[in-house]
Every structure is written in structure tokens, then in C-alpha cells.
């Protein structure tokens, strides 16, 4: 049995079946996680969602901001914005049974040594506090508030946790924490316009930002945390036990698998039904 974790695939269902085929991927015996951002931007959304779906009793998934997003423009909490790419899933006849499963999907998991998020885990929290946050949100979305929380859940405020935070204020704080982060400055606060490799300069009033998972103070540095969201990281990050696992397929990069038992890598590029990438063996 072997267990692989696999970056954002953004409706980009064809490198990932080009990978699990490389794999030898074993359905009946082998576990498939995945950091979510399983649709949007790209071409097949609904496929690769109903692919998820029915690979559920092998799979293990957290949900991202496009995952969430999904969610709220079922919900009519939010309206599309003209790069999404969600209309075939939200007019497919089986719309309901879908997202009923997504919207039950955790936010962070913890197993075998390895937790697996979305974006990160801000260095002010340990792993206990992480996940205990992220059952706060997940409790709402199961809830009669959900549709509240999902017209609250957009916006850069709060941008500092805090334990006196309440509401959705809290709420969307832990959900840009757990699902939007990339920088963040020493106390923690964060820094939601920086996404490339170098913060954006003059953010945050010109206070010192890092890389969530390069902070000093960070309470979850001896974790092994698997995560996506960051695609120009290319999956580096100079840290053994930081494991960025989107490397921007969707942006016409590779899609990247990593199995857990090994520490091995496998990378794909299907481009028009053909792959350009051979199996590639590295160490994090």
C-alpha cells in the first residue's frame, strides 16, 4: 500500500490520471491525498470533481479557496468572477450529490506523520490549535449558518488571528490562514497580496514578511506539512518538512505526486493528450 499526495489540480484531470497510471496507482489498495483546489481555471472542472467523487473511498481531501468558492456560488453567496470555470458544475444533474460531499470535506488532516493543508499553518498556532480552528469552520459549513459564512467567508480582514476573535470575523481568519496564505510578517499578521517567490514591496505598512513555512518563530517547524497554493515555490522551499506540492499546472507547469512512504516524486505534463515529462526522482 503506498500513499501519494498530489498538488492543485484546478480541473486539470488529465496529468493526474497520466500520474497514477506512472505510479502504478492501485485503487482497492493504494490512498490518494490531495490539498484541494480540485476545480476552477481549468477545463475540466465538473470531470475531474466526479472523478474525486468516485475515487472517495481512496482518497483523503482538504478543501481550498477555488474549492470554497465553488461552494459559495452554489450556495448564490457569491457571483463568478469571469476566469472562474464552474458553470458545468453548477448546471450538472448531479450538482447536488457532488458538493454535498465537498462541502463535507475537512480543512487540514493529520496522519502517518504528515498533516496536510491547503496553504499552510501560520506560525503562531501549533498543530493542535490548527486543527481545532480548522473544526470551528468546518462545523459552520455543515450548519444552518453555512450561507452566512460563505457570504462572509471574502475579505482580507482580519489579518492577524487573535484568541478574542468571534464570528465570522474568526471564521474567516483561520479560513484565509488555512487556505489563502502564502507570507506572513513576524507577529503572524498576513500578507494576501504578496504570491510570487519576493513579497511585494511596501505591504503591510513595509513590516518584514516570510514565507509561512521559513519563519523563526514558527511553533509547527519539526511538523511534516504537505501543502499546495503556491505555485511559483515549483516545489521548493529549503525546508525538509515543508512539502509544497503545486508546481502550476494549471499555469502550464508540471503536476507533482509525492509518495509518503518513499519521499519519492513524480511529475506530469499532458499537453493536448500527450505527457512531456518522464517519472523524476528527487529528494524535499
Known amino acids: 500500500m503506498s500513499t501519494y499526495a498530489v498538488g492543485d489540480i484546478q480541473g486539470c484531470l488529465q496529468p493526474l490520471k497520466c500520474l497514477?497510471?506512472?505510479v502504478g496507482f492501485n485503487p482497492d489498495t493504494d490512498m490518494l491525498w490531495s490539498v484541494g483546489d480540485i476545480v476552477n481555471r481549468g477545463p475540466k472542472s465538473l470531470k475531474a470533481l466526479r472523478f474525486f467523487y468516485d475515487l472517495r473511498d481512496n482518497l483523503?481531501?482538504?478543501?481550498?479557496?477555488?474549492?470554497?468558492?465553488?461552494?459559495?456560488l452554489a450556495a448564490g453567496a457569491r457571483k463568478p468572477s469571469r476566469s472562474d470555470t464552474l458553470d458545468e458544475i453548477l448546471q450538472?444533474?448531479?450538482?447536488d450529490k457532488l458538493l454535498s460531499w465537498l462541502m463535507r470535506q475537512p480543512l487540514i488532516h493529520h496522519e502517518h506523520g504528515y498533516t496536510l493543508v491547503h496553504a499552510g499553518i501560520p506560525?503562531?498556532?501549533?498543530?493542535?490549535?490548527?486543527?481545532?480552528?480548522?473544526?470551528?469552520?468546518?462545523?459552520?459549513?455543515?450548519?444552518?449558518?453555512?450561507?452566512?459564512?460563505l457570504k462572509?467567508?471574502?475579505?482580507?480582514?482580519?489579518?492577524?488571528?487573535?484568541?478574542?476573535?468571534?464570528?465570522?470575523p474568526r471564521l474567516r481568519v483561520i479560513t484565509n490562514y488555512l487556505t489563502?496564505?502564502?507570507?506572513?510578517?513576524?507577529?503572524?499578521?498576513?500578507d494576501l497580496e504578496s504570491k510570487g517567490t519576493s513579497p511585494v514591496s511596501g505591504v503591510l505598512e513595509e513590516q518584514a514578511v516570510s514565507p509561512w513555512?521559513?519563519?523563526?518563530?514558527?511553533?509547527?517547524?519539526?511538523?511534516?506539512?504537505?501543502?499546495?497554493?503556491?505555485?511559483?515555490?515549483?516545489?521548493?522551499?529549503?525546508?525538509?518538512?515543508?512539502?509544497?506540492?503545486?508546481?502550476?499546472?494549471v499555469w502550464d507547469g508540471s503536476m507533482s505526486l509525492y509518495e509518503l512512504e518513499s519521499g519519492r516524486w513524480t511529475q506530469c505534463a499532458c499537453r493536448e493528450g500527450k505527457c512531456h515529462d518522464k517519472p523524476v526522482t528527487r529528494q524535499q
Open 123 to 149: 506560525p503562531q498556532w501549533t498543530l493542535k490549535n490548527a486543527i481545532r480552528y480548522a473544526r470551528e469552520v468546518e462545523a459552520v459549513l455543515r450548519s444552518p449558518d453555512c450561507v452566512a459564512f
Open 180 to 190: 489563502r496564505m502564502r507570507y506572513c510578517t513576524a507577529q503572524g499578521a498576513l
Open 20 to 22: 497514477l497510471k506512472k
Open 60 to 72: 483523503v481531501m482538504v478543501l481550498g479557496n477555488h474549492d470554497l468558492h465553488l461552494l459559495a
Open 92 to 95: 450538472a444533474p448531479d450538482r
Open 213 to 249: 513555512f521559513d519563519h523563526p518563530k514558527s511553533k509547527t517547524a519539526n511538523e511534516r506539512i504537505l501543502f499546495g497554493h503556491w505555485a511559483s515555490l515549483q516545489g521548493h522551499t529549503d525546508s525538509p518538512n515543508a512539502i509544497a506540492l503545486d508546481t502550476g499546472c
Open 152 to 168: 462572509a467567508m471574502y475579505g482580507n480582514e482580519p489579518t492577524q488571528w487573535s484568541a478574542d476573535l468571534t464570528g465570522m
